[in-house]
Structures are given as C-alpha cells and as structure tokens.
DNA sequence: GCACCAGTTGGACGAACGTCCAAGTAGGTG
DNA sequence: CACCTACTTGGACGTTCGTCCAACTGGTGC
C-alpha cells in the first residue's frame, strides 16, 4: 500500500468517524481503527491528526456535498425559478436524510477556520464550491432559456451562504418544513435576479 | 455567592473561553481557571461538564447576537430595502470585526445539536431568534410605510439561516466585500416580499 | 545465504482529561 | 465554648489523549 492510498484510507476513515461520533470523538486511535490500520501508520502517513483533519475537509469540500444539487432535469417548460426550487429541495431533503454529514462537514469547516481567524483570506478552499454552483446556475438559465442580471459567480456565493444558513437552522430546530420554506425563498430571490429571453 | 451567581460566572467564562480557545480548548480546568474558582466548583453548580456548555449555548442565544440588528434608525425616507441593507450590514461588521464570538456560537450550536439529532424537534431554542428577528423586520416595515407580503415569522427564519450562512462562509473565505454584498441580496430578497402603503 | 534498507508495527510515555470525594472551613445554634 | 450543618476545596483516580520510537518485517542487491 503506497503512502498516498493510505492517506486516502485515512481520510475516508476520519469522515466516517467524525460522522458518526463527531468532531470531539475523532481521536487517532478513533480513526486508525475505522480504517483496520495500526495506531503508528497515521504519523507515517501525516504530521499530525490536524493535518489529517484538514485533508479530510479538503476532501469533503472537493467531493462536494452540493453535488446533490446537480440533477437540474427539469426543462424549459418548467421555469427558472421551480428549476432551482427542485435543486435546492433536493439538498433539503438531502439534509434532513442524512444530517450527520452536513454536520460533520460543518464541524470540520469551522475546525479548520479557527486556525485562521487572524490570517488573510484563503480564497481557495471555497472556491471550488463557488464555482460548481454558479455552472449549475448558468445551466438552470440555459436550460429554462434566461440570462442572469448578476454574474453567477456572485449568486453561487449567496447561495452556498443560504445553504449552510438552512443546514444550520434545521439542525437547531429539525423544522423540515421550514427548511424546503426557505430553499424557495432562495429559489425565488435567485429568479428575481434573471430575465426570460425571447 | 449563591449556586445561581456562580453558574452564571462559569457561563461568562465558558463563553470566554470557547471563543479564545475553541470548543476542543473549553476543558472544565480551563473554564474553571477563566472563573477564577477552583476545579471542584464545576461539579457543585452543574452536573457535568456537558450541562455547563448547554447553558452557555443557551446564555448566549438569549443575549442574542443578533441584537447587533437592533438599530433600525433609518426612518421613512430611507426606505425599506436600505433600512434592512443598514441593519445586516451591521451585524456583517460586528463579524468581521469579532469572528471569534460567531465561531464559538456555531461550535456551541453545533456541539449540542449533535446529542438531538435523533430526537424530536426542540422548537424553543431558535424561537426566541426568530420572535425577536420578527419583530425588527414588522418595525422595519412600520417605520417605513410597507407591509410584509409574507408573514414576518417566516422572513425571521429566512433572515436567522441567511446571517448563519453569510457566517459560515465568511469564515470559510475572510472575503469581507461578499459578505456585505449577501447582506445586501438578502436585503433585496425580503424587501421583495413588501408593499409600500399609501 | 547474508547484509541491508524502506516500510510497518504496537507498545511506551508523559500530559491532560472528567469526575469524584474526604478533608477543611465558616457561620449559626444550643 | 462546643457542636453541627452547609458549603467549599484541591488532590486523587482511572481513562484517554497525541506523539514517538525501538523492534520487527519482507524485499532486494551483492
């Protein structure tokens, strides 16, 4: 097994765990057990149990839990606005199936955070989910034959924003309900920010 | 001192010390340390460590950080979108300015959300967010001559998940132009949701 | 077949953890 | 003054933590 597929256990292994248990559970011995492996091979294959949790958030962030958003089937005939109502309801209901793991991610997001409450910005980390939501956004307008009056780029951070608020929120109050509420209120602000081409 | 003022003591300094250290850091030597009181004191005011932290989350839901909302000033002439624009753009400052007490709110969310994530919804816990949010956004609305188009305690909501998100990602990307720039979307979002009187 | 080395292991180590409790203290009562 | 109650304390306990390292493994080159 070379290094790098250990790594890639490792971290698989870390986001079972800090799933399951959560962040403050996510111990070396924790981990290395999820994935059948020794205690030792965690240092062989990282400094330390942070920079193994800081690979696990760059995974999840890359794997991206917003992928769920993607199935932007629905077609011109439906609109814009219920287009993107059935994404963000399908991470709504994405959530509230399966809230461990948006937890999880929040946890290790804000983890990670910590470190750099006095360091400039890292734009990178972010970046990529901005970018996959504003592809999706622009394929939503072609797909329903709109243009966006705001750069999508602009609207995909606003939207990851509202995501995160909802997860938030629906972890406080497990208001399902509440929750699809504001996945349309977002869905509508969006449409606003488009026109219907003729 | 009575049992009552040395819980609150050790709130204060639990909430100190999640937001100077992080949530990992809140050992009950550390907090008791913050107290100036000695370890035994912890297990005579609160059962548990756990119990300790679940006051403190809720201390610091009820002095309400979104009070920093509270001065919707602007009067009629401003207009509704701009008074709500004033009033988020302050709480996005306060942000940006003391990112650490929004960490330790999250962290604290989301440490207790964890223990209820196969429980029941406990609608008390945001309530008091959304009532008081509520009502700033029907103030808002008077003072400016408009009436909300959707009920106010459903915009709260939106608004409460909107101000977690921008929280997030703002911790996330340190990008401070974006987060105003969400605060303002939002803004547009509920004044879109408003009929101006005559 | 022997030496060697990169890779791998599980136990050892000191520190820090949450909790508990026996001893100590202060203040009011007989 | 003696006593008792209620409160307060700091140390002790067993566990778990992250990290490190000496021993072990299987391979390859001589």
Redesign the pocket.
Known sequence: ?T?EE?REALVAAALVVVEREGLG??????IVAEAG????????AFA???HLLAATLDAVTDQERLAAEAPISAGVDAGLEATLAAGLDAYVSLLVARPARELAYLELMLHASRDRLDLPPAPGRYERSYGLVAALLEEAAAATGCTWTTPPPVLARHTVAMLDGITTTWLADHDDQAAHASARFLAASLAARSLKED
Chains 1, 2 share one sequence.
């Open positions: 097994m290094r250990r559970g996510a111990s070396a011995r924790a492996m020794p205690l030792g091979a965690l240092h062989y330390s149990l942070d």
